[in-house]
């Protein structure tokens, strides 16, 4: 998912961070001061890209996964999933009613949200993210792709944040 539209676009490439998620993680929640910070450092100078990897253990993964992919779709993508993330308890207690819910607080329409959710229309965006995850080695959440180097945050978050940084520092040299 990527909120980047063609007028948004920046005038030389952005570095792409790929962030492997999953929106009834405690982790992930964790992690969202960090992908907060790298946004205000960098701006559209990195982009953010989230990719979808919902584990078995949490029953609304997949279902969060699906509606976080239609947020995107009505123009507000990361807002939607920073929204879920910051209430990521209240997921588990109130599965697809609480995703519809947090739709209509961000004034998303929440009929249609509803309706994607029952009609899958985002279930092979969430399939091909699951298999390209597995396919290079992503085995929890958060883990985040930038530069071809894969850091597990799903272990510990500590020092992830200065890595990525490093990483993106060094791209964006590289740029010019």
């Known amino acids: 998912m990527s909120d980047s539209s063609p007028a948004s676009v920046p005038s030389r490439p952005a570095v792409v961070l790929d962030v492997w998620c999953e929106l009834q993680c405690p982790d992930c929640r964790s992690a969202l001061d960090d992908l907060r910070a ?5 701006g559209d100078r990195l982009e953010l890209r989230l990719r979808h990897f919902p584990l078995e253990k949490h029953r609304h993964a997949f279902a969060a996964a699906q509606a976080a992919e239609e947020a995107a779709e009505q123009g507000k993508g990361w807002p939607y999933v920073e929204a879920v993330l910051d209430r990521v308890g209240e997921l588990d207690r109130g599965g697809e009613p609480f995703l519809v819910e947090i739709a209509a607080e961000l004034g998303l329409d929440a009929e249609e949200f509803d309706t994607a959710l029952i009609d899958g229309r985002h279930i092979l965006i969430v399939d091909a993210d699951q298999a390209e995850g597995k396919a290079i ?8 792709v930038i530069g071809g180097e894969r850091l597990d945050g799903g272990k510990s978050q500590e020092g992830l944040r200065e890595r990525v940084e490093e990483i993106a520092d060094r791209l964006l040299a590289e740029q010019g």
Not at 137 to 144: E, F, K, L, M
């Open 38 to 42: 790298l946004r205000e450092r960098y």
């Open 137 to 144: 080695g992503v085995t929890g959440t958060p883990t985040y």
